[in-house]
């Protein structure tokens, strides 16, 4: 496997922060004054958001464009950023301050900390051209890599960790295929292949034999069994799809999210709800979408230039302008602290 060692630094710089302000009409709306950085933080639970952007590295925090993030579980402060061009973004002090990590990868799509050990971090990104899955047991020091596409071109999309076993790993691929390792990435092996690249994956908050993926194509798929078989026939809730989420504390709750609005199941997708969005999904269709882990009742998400909170489950939102020509592309709840949401934004 090969190595790759850090040669960036944590260090400190006084910065410029933006503030947040009351807009004018509607009375409801809360704007944060142009970003001056696409990494933002609520520590209100996403009713208000700072713009975080102190960094010394020669990275604009400002430009990157924001696609995935990732929590420590057990370290409230140290947090993850993957970005399409600038590789990971790593805060040790809960977001005052950022620092670039030598990760080998540009583009970075899969990001994940095992559950276990917060030390131990999974990520995947594009290197020289091809799609790779690395791993680092040191919080991001050095890198190994234990997956590769077999040539340029087919990218590694998303990552899952079993929530009991954090040996066992899912991958995605887009050309349209499904692994799972079962020894933390030792080896890997293809379990599905699908009509469409499967843009992310996501287990049950109690049943780990529980997975959905949500396909490039707006539809889902689910497998009761681990990934051993997988079920191509859950109804409604399904066309558009670009986002899919499970409920945190409700075994069976899964949200679905996209061009065709938010809808919620109570039964692991045998039947939907809808909950009504602000505004027409259509043309401003959910791009991110984040459930508190302490209370299914407050669900957040994004669309376009706004954030929007529930706190009854989804039946009235409470909106949240963003004053940037950039759009709301992830939500993080933080994993020890459920008050602290993070919010990437990055290029229409």
Same mark, same amino acid.
Request: aromatic share 10%; no cysteine; hydrophobic share 35%.
């Given at each position: 496997?090969k190595?790759?060692?850090?040669i960036a630094v944590i260090?400190?710089?006084s910065?410029?922060l933006?503030g947040c302000s &009351?807009?004018s009409t509607p009375?409801?709306?809360? #704007?944060?004054?142009?970003p001056v950085?696409?990494?933002?933080?609520?520590?209100?639970?996403?009713?208000t958001w700072?713009?975080?952007?102190?960094t010394?590295d020669?990275v604009?925090?400002?430009s990157?464009?924001?696609?995935?993030?990732?929590c420590?579980?057990?370290?409230g402060?140290?947090?993850y950023?993957?970005? &399409?061009?600038?590789?990971?973004?790593?805060t040790d002090?809960?977001?005052?301050?950022?620092s670039l990590?030598?990760?080998?990868?540009?583009? /970075?799509y899969?990001?994940?900390?095992?559950?276990m050990? %917060?030390?131990i971090?999974?990520?995947?990104?594009?290197?020289?051209?091809?799609?790779?899955?690395?791993?680092?047991t040191?919080?991001?020091?050095?890198w190994?890599e234990?997956?590769?596409?077999?040539?340029?071109?087919?990218?590694?999309?998303s &990552?899952?960790?079993?929530r009991?076993?954090?040996? /066992?790993l899912?991958? #995605?691929?887009s050309?349209k295929? !499904?692994?799972?390792?079962?020894?933390? %990435?030792?080896?890997?092996?293809?379990i599905?292949? =699908?009509?469409s690249?499967v843009?992310? !994956? /996501?287990?049950?908050?109690?049943?780990?034999?529980? $997975?959905?993926?949500?396909?490039?194509n707006g539809s889902?798929?689910?497998?009761?069994?681990?990934g051993?078989? !997988?079920?191509e026939?859950?109804?409604?809730?399904?066309?558009?799809i670009s986002?899919?989420?499970?409920?945190?504390s409700?075994?069976?709750?899964?949200?679905?999210?996209?061009?065709?609005?938010l809808?919620?199941?109570?039964?692991?997708?045998? +039947?939907?709800?809808?909950?009504?969005?602000?505004?027409d +999904?259509? #043309?401003?269709?959910v791009?991110?979408?984040?459930?508190?882990?302490?209370?299914s009742?407050?669900?957040?998400?994004?669309a376009?230039?706004?954030?929007?909170?529930s706190?009854d %489950?989804?039946i009235?939102?409470?909106p949240?302008? $963003?004053?940037t020509?950039?759009? /709301?592309?992830? $939500?993080?709840?933080? =994993?020890?602290?459920? +008050?602290?949401?993070y919010?990437g &934004?990055?290029?229409k």
């Open positions: 496997m190595k790759y060692s850090l260090l400190f710089a910065v410029f933006s &009351l807009s009375k409801a709306t809360t #704007t944060v004054k142009v950085s696409n990494i933002l933080k609520s520590t209100d639970n996403g009713v700072e713009a975080k952007d102190k010394q020669k604009n925090l400002a990157v464009d924001v696609i995935s993030i990732a420590n579980p057990y370290d402060a140290t947090s950023v993957g970005t &399409l061009a600038n590789g990971i973004l790593k002090d809960g977001g005052e301050n950022w990590l030598n990760f080998p990868a540009e583009k /970075v899969g990001l994940v900390i095992d559950n050990d %917060g030390r971090i999974y990520a995947s990104g594009v290197w020289q051209g091809r799609g790779k899955i690395f791993k680092s040191d919080g991001g020091f050095e190994n234990i997956y590769t596409a077999p040539s340029d071109g087919p990218l590694v999309i &990552l899952a960790m079993s009991k076993d954090s040996k /066992v899912f991958a #995605t691929t050309d295929q !499904i692994m799972k390792s079962t020894d933390a %990435g030792v080896s890997w092996k293809n599905y292949s =699908s009509q690249p843009e992310k !994956i /996501v287990l049950d908050s109690a049943n780990d034999n529980l $997975l959905y993926f949500n396909l490039a889902i798929l689910r497998s009761i069994d681990g051993n078989t !997988i079920d026939s859950l109804k409604d809730g399904r066309s558009g986002i899919i989420e499970t409920d945190p409700h075994t069976n709750w899964v949200y679905t999210a996209g061009q065709s609005g809808f919620r199941s109570k039964d692991a997708g045998d +039947s939907w709800e809808a909950l009504k969005t602000l505004g +999904s259509n #043309t401003f269709p791009k991110a979408l984040a459930i508190n882990q302490s209370n009742d407050e669900i957040i998400y994004g376009a230039q706004a954030t929007y909170k706190v %489950g989804g009235n939102w409470t949240f302008q $963003l004053e020509k950039n759009t /709301v592309s992830v $939500l993080k709840y933080s =994993s020890t602290e459920t +008050s602290v949401v919010m &934004l990055r290029k």
